[in-house]
Nanobody, 123 residues
Framework: QVHLVESGGGLVQAGGSLRLSCAAS????????MGWFRQAPGKEREFVAA????????IYAQSVKGRFTISRDNAKNTGYLQMNNLKPEDTAVYYC????????????????WGQGTQVTVSS
């Protein structure tokens, strides 16, 4: 059974940075994709970024391109989302999720989800 645990959320001022982590366990992830999604109050869950565990292919939502960077550490089975120049509109619960290759943005195509971590950006 795949288990995902996010960490690293918190409260930050606009313009600040946070790094989220997602520790994965339960199987070998060499042919998997890790995605990050977020959900703000009253809004639908939206795609943020995704990375292929094996080859490192990445995709980003237009709203975070140039500010957020997704990466992974294969040895630690951990994925990361480095978030720079944060804006109040980035405030949301952030979730990591995994699925088998290929890299896609649709949340419905991800099979396993973490519990989420809150990110709050103050203006």
């Amino acid at each position: 059974q795949v288990h995902l645990v996010e960490s690293g959320g918190g409260l930050v001022q606009a313009g600040g940075s946070l790094r989220l982590s997602c520790a994965a366990s339960g199987r070998t992830f060499s042919n998997y994709v890790m995605g990050w999604f977020r959900q703000a109050p009253g809004k639908e869950r939206e795609f943020v970024a995704a990375i292929s565990w094996s080859v490192g292919t990445t995709i980003y939502a237009q709203s975070v391109k140039g500010r957020f960077t997704i990466s992974r550490d294969n040895a630690k089975n951990t994925g990361y989302l480095q978030m720079n120049n944060l804006k109040p509109e980035d405030t949301a619960v952030y979730y990591c999720a995994v699925r088998r290759d290929p890299v896609v943005a649709a949340a419905t195509l991800y099979n396993y989800w973490g519990q989420g971590t809150q990110v709050t950006v103050s203006s």
